[in-house]
């Protein structure tokens, strides 16, 4: 691995790799030498950097096919990358790494669980798996020690599988701090809104599935709904407007309940707003503003500091954005009025139970109509990973969220 280097050593890189044929060299994060060179002389233009990358381009040029040298190179951000490394010739052939899917995790699982000495033997790394969409390699990893660790600090002989969830939850939620002080009436405050977003979720047909709701106080989040993201690739519009809907059901709840609003929906109302405004700049989802998308997939827009429309249109996309939200907030409202009596007993027993689960929403609601996370009674239960949570608390927290 090397970053910030001189032209000097990627030339003593390329003399050593030679002598040593055959070899492989391997860079991380070349995005550190290999951003984009800038065009645009008001920026500024970085002589160090584009020196190493100058001579790293002409190092690779003088390669012929059968030196016996691999070069390999990883980056999270291939889209600032500077377009002569990805020519022909040079580094010329991409392998996009996703997030591993169901059975790739399931294989994961199986690397990581190998050291462990001691495992329960019911343990199904295919079970985990289903737990942890949207986990990395690195996630996986740590969730395994984490279980471990969790397993010798209760002094258990072998790791068990309630400690693998204890495990999973922690990575996703953050620590579980039940010793927070919090007083009944913000209690009741958090019950209502949870469930306000339980509730919301739970009966419009394209939103997530939820898993559980808490009252636990977690990380940096006073209580958290839980929801199984489902696996796809494209997001249509009415499942963005069910999820922004079941995002404003916490503040929707407390305005019906107390008829006043608090902090708690700092979170949601960021996630709601960044929502939005992608729907109205990147996905072409509204009307007034059209098929239109600002988005910049190559990154390397020299004149970034200018935005690319009108000030018209920005007015216009602010009003889109505020109206995409707007509706989703009365969507909210109205689902909770219609079923106030639900929300009432759903938050009742959030207050009582701290923690609940599928099950007491198909009690309380009856089925659900769209999608539902398989779930096998409390018995069995815990089956509660997953890679989305919603976090309330009065500070950012971060959340495993991906762009949805
Ligand atoms: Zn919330």
């Not at 951003?35 to 040029?61: H, I």
């Not at 010798?152 to 002080?181: P, Y």
């Not at 707003?273 to 109205?280: F, H, I, Q, R, S």
Request: a negative charge; proline letters at 3%; aromatic letters at 6%.
């Amino acid at each position: 691995m090397f970053v910030g280097v001189g032209a000097s050593r990627v030339r003593d890189l390329f003399k050593q790799a030679k002598e040593k044929s055959p070899c492989i060299i391997f860079i991380d994060e070349i995005d550190a030498i290999g951003r984009a060179r800038g065009k645009n002389p008001n920026m500024g233009a970085n002589d160090e950097r584009e020196n190493t990358l100058n001579q790293l381009l002409s190092e690779m040029d003088g390669f012929d096919t059968n030196s016996g040298v691999i070069i390999l190179a990883a980056t999270n951000r291939v889209d600032i990358l500077d377009k002569a490394l990805l020519r022909a010739g040079r580094f010329d052939r991409q392998i996009h790494v996703e997030l591993p899917d169901l059975k790739e995790r399931e294989e994961i699982f199986k690397v990581h669980l190998k050291p462990l000495k001691k495992i329960d033997t019911d343990l199904n790394p295919e079970f985990l798996a289903k737990q942890t969409p949207g986990f990395s390699g690195a996630d996986i990893a740590n969730a395994v020690n984490e279980a471990a660790l969790i397993a010798a600090r209760k002094d258990k002989s072998k790791v068990e599988r309630q400690d693998f969830l204890d495990a999973i939850d922690r990575i996703i939620g953050g620590l579980e701090k039940r010793n927070k002080i919090i007083s009944p009436a913000e209690k009741k405050t958090i019950a209502y809104h949870e469930a306000g977003h339980a509730t919301v979720s739970w009966l419009l047909e394209h939103a997530n599935p939820l898993v559980k709701v808490t009252i636990v106080p977690r990380g940096q989040a006073l209580g958290a709904a839980w929801y199984l993201p489902e696996e796809r690739q494209i997001t249509t519009t009415e499942q963005m407007m069910d999820e922004l809907s079941s995002l404003m059901g916490g503040r929707a709840a407390e305005e019906i309940v107390f008829n006043k609003v608090s902090t708690g929906a700092l979170n949601d109302l960021e996630r709601a707003t960044k929502k939005a405004y992608a729907m109205v700049t990147y996905f072409g989802m509204s009307s007034e503003v059209g098929n239109v998308s600002y988005y910049d997939s190559t990154g390397r827009n020299e004149y970034s500091f200018t935005k690319p429309f009108s000030e018209e249109t920005a007015v216009l996309i602010d009003k889109e954005t505020k109206k995409i939200v707007d509706n989703a907030y009365q969507t909210a409202l109205k689902i909770l009025r219609e079923n106030k009596e639900g929300h009432h007993k759903l938050a009742k027993r959030l207050l009582e139970k701290e923690v609940i689960f599928t099950d007491d929403l198909v009690e309380i609601f009856g089925e659900r109509k769209g999608a539902q996370v398989d779930f096998k009674g409390v018995e069995e239960q815990v089956v509660d990973g997953n890679g989305n949570s919603s976090e309330d608390g009065n500070l950012d927290s971060e959340s495993k969220e991906k762009i949805d």
